[in-house]
């Protein structure tokens, strides 16, 4: 006879594993992924690429938030390349 635990697929399976990722943009989302399995974000490697601060900025929280080192270093380099005096409050 088989118990509900070994018939069941889904959210209570001890298979499946969940995280909450509300707190994410869905607009940053597909570059962590793409950081995660690869090390590095096609888009700030382009020779010329017009990087936003508010995008450096949400990996650099991200990073922090996750606690992803590697990403957080590579968040930072390309933030202190688009500080200046101009667009620092």
Sequence with gaps: METDSQT???PKDSSFLTI???NIDHKT???LLEYIYTGRIKKLA???AVISPPFII???TIATN???PDLRTYAEYYLKDIICVDNAW
Aim: glycine share 12%.
């Design 46 to 48: 382009l020779p010329g």
């Design 8 to 10: 069941a697929k889904g």
């Design 66 to 68: 996750y606690d992803i």
């Design 29 to 31: 989302l597909p570059y």
């Design 58 to 60: 949400d990996l650099l």
């Design 20 to 22: 909450d990722i509300n």
